[in-house]
């Protein structure tokens, strides 16, 4: 990505941090499609501006996607909005696509923002978080996608957020579960910081689950893994899902344990029919 030190117009402490960004990108990253990176750093543009104030949050950097601009107050949240850069692509039918998430400019929907910035963030952390030691947003939809990309895989996920194809997201999906549990899983994510979540949580939880549990099946059918294996890896899988709190409150809480060891015997039933 050489061609791309010619961005005059940026300022240089912030120029420094992009060819940061572009660094790790090649070494970490050499598995994932750079062709939207590349294209939109042609254009980027970088402004300083104070930060603004959401409600209790303070905004101290933003990706605007439709004229491709980064608004920022200090330089350390940079990496995060260069990822939202390099993953953002507006199409023909006026819809934009910023990772996982879509905005329909025509019908001002946008689906996707939570699981967007939760993989976001996951990125961040895992690949810039020498620079940001104390950067604490998003954490419990971090959370939550970083166990999708155990169901999906990692480099599977880091590739179709580099391309922004959401489609092809939700059709890996859509091999372990339905549509309209995915749907609804995108929608509950979106309410996940809303008054009264418990009912959202829950949802997030067991469809995070039941589409684990459903690939495990595979595997089990397949003989890739046998009933302990099942077991095995859907305790790890809890136990991992477990390792935030949400509401103050254990995320153990939030997740129907009887159902989930209902599920457990009947699939070793079946399996064990199977053998049979």
Same mark, same amino acid.
């Given at each position: ?107 001002? =929907? *946008? @689906?996707?923002?939570?699981? !967007?910035?939760? %993989?976001?963030? /996951? ?6 978080? $020498?620079? &940001? ?110 390792? =935030? *709190? @949400?509401?103050?409150?254990? !995320?153990?809480? %939030?997740?129907? /344990? ?6 457990? $015997?009947? &699939? ?9």
């Amino acid at each position: 990505m050489d061609e791309y030190n010619n961005l005059v117009d940026i300022d240089y402490k912030y120029l420094k941090k992009i060819r940061e960004f572009i660094k790790i990108f090649k070494k970490e990253l050499s598995h994932c499609n750079s062709n939207i990176l590349k294209e939109n750093l042609k254009t980027l543009k970088i402004i300083k501006r104070r930060p603004l104030r959401d409600g209790k949050d303070i905004i101290y950097a933003s990706y605007e996607a439709l004229n491709n601009v980064i608004y920022i107050f200090r330089g350390k949240y940079i990496f995060h909005e260069l990822l939202h850069m390099a993953t953002t692509v507006k199409n023909k039918d006026n819809i934009i696509h910023i990772g996982f998430a879509c905005v329909d400019l025509n019908r001002k =929907i *946008k @689906i996707g923002a939570r699981i !967007n910035e939760g %993989y976001t963030m /996951l990125l961040t952390n895992r690949y810039f978080n $020498n620079f &940001l030691k104390s950067y604490k947003y998003y954490q419990i939809e971090t959370h939550f996608m970083y166990m999708l990309e155990i169901i999906l895989e990692r480099n599977t996920l880091e590739k179709l957020y580099f391309e922004a194809d959401f489609d092809r997201l939700i059709d890996l999906l859509l091999k372990y579960n339905s549509y309209e549990n995915i749907k609804s899983f995108v929608f509950d994510m979106d309410k996940i910081y809303k008054k009264e979540n418990d009912g959202v949580i829950k949802n997030i939880n067991n469809f995070l689950i039941e589409t684990y549990i459903s690939k495990l099946s595979i595997y089990l059918e397949s003989g890739i893994i046998d009933a302990i294996g099942l077991e095995n890896n859907i305790l790890k899988f809890i136990d991992d899902l477990c390792m =935030i *709190k @949400i509401n103050g409150k254990n !995320n153990l809480q %939030y997740i129907d /344990l009887d159902n989930i060891e209902m599920k457990i $015997n009947l &699939l070793n039933q079946k399996y064990i029919k199977r053998k049979k």
